[in-house]
């Protein structure tokens, strides 16, 4: 049993056929995931005989922090350890209403995107549902304060570690545990078919964000590979069933990248597309990586699609870019680790 990851029950079970008396799984999970430690040796209440025994059966995988890095708006990035040696890393974000966490859900990623750090690293493996779940563990320690919502934006596609991904959800919004709301959960995705009709079934208040950027094939296909699985039309056909079939609504999410995407033209495709539906569009500058030759829309391109958008009924908003000082885009520290530490450790 991974610890870390395990239900109460689980751990229940797991304890009673190693004779470890019952109440000793509803402590244990206290420890972990409300008060937040990540040895045995924290949890006060056992004696230290079974601190040890616990140490040697299950151990707590969580992520190590190795390095902080602070932007001069006050975004903080954390590189992680794991424990088989390498590096994810998460974005703590503060806003008005309270701290953000976009954490990592996989070592590298498959998916390929053109414009994206995180998959130039190549994979190396999915995480768990632990290792997911202390990435905001140690933002909310390192804070200090109650993190209030948390977005599936890291390093990795959730939909290609949908399992785990789930359980971590489900820890993460456990009462036993930091019980944050549902509705305060992003989960992004490339666009995978098979993992948004999972989600679906399952009605989740959480929302889903469809990276989306671009309005039609001929862009998508250059920059973002799942394209060739899914085309944009299928895609937007299974978000429009997504909201019809869970009443919430689905995020789009469109990274500027100038002389790509960002004319007035595909501004008026992406209004026809969406017209109707029950979403809102995210758009973002992009975050340049030194690796890829995408270069960030200049403002007011930003400002006349997002117009065109609005005037044609969307709901718009241009996110803020925080965090662009310290590398805080996806897989983007991971990258600059690796390449500190003699090249990438995932080719
Ligand atoms: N794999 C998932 C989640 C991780 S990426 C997904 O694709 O949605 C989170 C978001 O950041 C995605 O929308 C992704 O396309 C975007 N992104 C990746 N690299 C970026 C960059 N350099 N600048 C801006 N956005 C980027």
Redesign the pocket.
Same mark, same amino acid.
């Given at each position: 049993m991974d610890i870390l990851s395990a239900t109460q029950a689980e751990i229940l079970a797991a304890f009673k056929e190693n004779s470890i008396q019952s109440f000793r799984a509803k402590q244990v999970y206290e420890w972990l995931h409300k008060k937040l430690v990540t040895d045995y040796d924290e949890m006060t209440n056992l004696p230290k005989s079974m601190r040890e025994t616990l140490s040697e059966l299950y151990p707590i995988n969580s992520v190590k922090a190795e390095k902080i890095f602070t932007a001069e708006d006050g975004t903080v990035k954390a590189l992680y350890s794991l424990s088989d040696g390498d590096f994810v890393e998460s974005v703590i974000m503060k806003y008005k209403y309270g701290y953000t966490v976009c954490v990592s859900s996989q070592v590298g990623?498959k @998916?390929g995107?053109a414009?994206?750090? /995180?998959t130039l690293g190549g994979f190396k493996r999915s995480l768990t549902a632990g290792e997911i779940l202390s990435q905001v563990y140690f933002a909310q320690k390192y804070v200090g304060e109650r993190i209030s919502h948390v977005v599936? @934006?890291? @390093?990795?596609?959730?939909m290609d570690n949908f399992d785990n991904v789930m359980r971590f959800i489900e820890l993460l919004t456990d009462e036993n545990g930091l019980n944050l709301s549902m509705r305060n959960i992003s989960l /992004?995705? &490339?666009g995978i078919p098979s993992g948004i009709e999972k989600l679906m079934q399952k009605h989740l208040q959480l929302t889903l /964000?469809i +990276?989306l950027?671009a309005p039609n094939d001929e862009i998508r296909n250059k920059i973002m590979p799942v394209n060739k699985i899914c085309s944009v039309d299928e895609l937007l056909n299974i978000c429009r069933r997504y909201t019809e079939e869970t009443s919430r609504r689905i995020s789009f999410?469109y +990274?500027m990248m100038s002389g790509v995407n960002d004319s007035d033209d595909n501004a008026r495709e992406l209004a026809s597309k969406l017209r109707g539906m029950l979403c809102h569009v995210n758009l #973002?500058p #992009?975050?340049?990586?030194e690796e890829s030759p995408f270069k960030p829309s200049p403002p007011s391109r930003i400002k006349s699609f997002s117009d065109i958008l609005a005037q044609s009924g969307i709901s718009v908003t241009v996110r803020r870019k925080l965090g662009s000082d310290i590398d805080a +885009? &996806?897989g983007q520290l991971r990258l600059k680790e690796n390449r500190d530490r003699g090249g990438y450790k995932c080719s």
């Open positions: 990623c @998916m995107c414009f994206c750090a /995180s599936l @934006m890291g @390093m990795g596609e959730p /992004s995705t &490339c /964000s +990276s950027h999410e +990274s #973002i #992009i975050n340049e990586v +885009s &996806c």
